[in-house]
C-alpha cells in the first residue's frame, strides 16, 4: 500500500510543501529505493531510520520498499525527513493506522536509538503547516518552542519514535508545547552616557537610527569608535511583532536560536575583517544565510572597514540598495533578507594618527591614497553620514558624564519613528532610508533657498545623483527628530556636514 506524509524543505527562508510517498510490497526481493532529488543525508537516512526502528522494538517485515518525495524537480536536502519516512514505513506496512498521519506536518532527525534530535528551519515550517490548516506539527523536544512560536498552530513533541507512533496510534497522550512569552527588554544594552565626549558622533547615531541610515566612523584608535558602535542597538526602537518573527526565521534557518522562542532584539553582528565573502553575503552547500541577513532588521558593524576583502565589501552593494540578497549557484539559487543598518569605523590612515594632533602620522601620501582606494566609490555612495571621530581630551575623559543616556535617545528616536510610520502607511517605505524616486520629490521637497543651497554644494563638492539622495533622506529624518515638516536650510547643512569624505576634510 501507498502512504502519504507532508513535511517541508527549506528555500531562502521559507518552506515549500514535501510530500513523503512509501510504498511497501512483500512482492519480489527486498530493497529500498528513494527517489525524488534527495540529496547524499537524505539518502543516508534509511539507514539510521531502519535501525532506529529496530531498537525501538519495531521489526518491519521483509519487501521492496519505495520512497518518494515529491515535488521530484526540487532538491531535498538534511535529515528532517528521517520521522516521517520512519512512520511511513509503519504504516505502509500495516503496523500503524494510516489514517492517524493525515493532517499532520513532521519535522525530526531519529538517533540510531530511536530519539527525537532537533533539525534546522522548524519554524518556516511551522508556518506552512498554519497556512495549509493542518492538525499539528510533530517535532523534536528542542525544537518543540520554536515551532509554536507559529500561533494557532498545535505542536507536540514526543521524545521517541515509540512515543510518536503511540500518540498517533491513539495509546498516548501528549501536551501542546506551549509558545514562550515575548520577553520585553531581555538585553541589557550599553548606555551611551558611558561614552565620553563625542557629541558630534552621538549625533549622528541619533539620526541614524531615527532614519534607518548607514553611518561610517573615521577617527584614530582610541577614539572611541568600537564604544560608539556597541551602543547603536540601545538607541533603536524594539522590534515589532512582524519584524521578530522575519529574524526568527533567519536564525531558525541557520540553526542559531538554540532551543530560544522570538527573537526579541534587534541583531548586532559584527563579523572580523579576514571573513571570506561567503560568510558575509552567504551561500554554500547547502546554502545558508550570511551575516548580511543574520543582521536583518538590525545592525551589520565592519571594525576596520578597509581591512575587509574588497570582494566582501563589494557584495554589500546590492543588499544595502534593495534589502535582499540573492545567491545564485549552479546547484541553487536563493534569496535571503538583508534590510540592515551598516555601520562601520575606520581609520583615516595606514598608521591611524594624521587626524590626532597628539600623535606624528608615518604614513606617506601614496599610502593613504592606497589604504583609502580599497573603499569604492559607490559603496561611500550607499553610506549616508561620514562623521569623523577625534581624539578625546583628557578634560573630556574626566567629565562624569557625558551626554544622554541611551534610554533618552532612544525615545527621541521611537517618536521620529512613528512619524515616519504614519507617513509612509500603504505606501511600502518603513523609514526615510527607503525613500527614493516620486516619494523622495514629494516627502523632502524644498523651497527655493533651500534648492539653491543644496545646488550649491552638489556643484562645489562634485556629489553624485546617489550622494544628492542621501543628503535628502538624511535631512528628512533631521526635521523629523526636530519636529519640523519641512527641510530646512539647517537640517540641510547638517546632513551635509555629516558627509566629511566627500567634503575632503580628512
Known sequence: MVVKLACGA???????????????????MPSFVMVGLAEGAVRESRERVMKALQNSGFRLPAGRITVNLAPADRRKEGSAYDLPLALGLLAAAGMLPADALKGWFFAAELSLDGCLKPVPGVLPLAVLAREEAARGVIVAPDNGIEAAIADGLDVF???????????????AQLSPVEPAPMAAGEERFFDLAEVKGQERAKRAMEVAAAGAHNLLFIGP????????????????????????LEVTKIYSVARMLDGRGLVTSRPFRAPHHSDSSVSIIGGGVPPHPGEVSLAHRGVLFLDELPEFHRQALEVLRQPLEQGTVFISRSTYAVS??????????????????????????????????RYRAKL?????????LHVEVPAVSYAEIRAERSGPT?????????????VQSARYRGTGCRTNADLSGCMLEEHCRLESAEQEF??????????????YTRILRVSRTIADLEGSAKITLAHLAEAISCRVLDRGQI
Not at 582610541?222 to 551602543?231: I, N, Q, V, Y
Not at 524594539?238 to 519584524?243: K, N
Not at 541611551?406 to 512613528?418: D, G, M, N, Q
Request: proline fraction near 7%; hydrophobic fraction near 45%.
Open 376 to 384: 569604492s566609490g559607490p559603496l561611500l555612495d550607499r553610506i549616508d
Open 221 to 244: 584608535p582610541g577614539s572611541g569608535k568600537t564604544m560608539l558602535a556597541r551602543r547603536m542597538s540601545g538607541i533603536l526602537p524594539p522590534l515589532s511583532l512582524e519584524e521578530a
Open 336 to 369: 535571503y533578507p538583508a534590510d540592515f543598518m551598516l555601520l562601520a569605523a575606520m581609520n583615516p590612515c595606514p598608521c591611524g594618527y594624521s587626524t590626532d594632533p597628539r600623535h606624528e602620522c608615518t604614513c606617506s601620501a601614496q599610502a593613504v591614497a
Open 454 to 467: 543644496l545646488g550649491r554644494a552638489v556643484d562645489a563638492l562634485a556629489l553624485s545623483a546617489r550622494a
Open 406 to 418: 541611551s534610554a533618552e535617545v532612544r525615545e527621541k528616536v521611537i517618536r521620529a519613528r512613528e
Open 157 to 171: 513533541a514526543p521524545r521517541t519514535l515509540g512515543e510518536a507512533a503511540a500518540f498517533l496510534a491513539g495509546r
Open 10 to 28: 527549506i528555500l531562502g527562508v521559507d518552506a515549500f510543501r514535501v510530500d513523503l510517498e512509501v510504498d511497501f510490497s512483500r512482492q519480489g
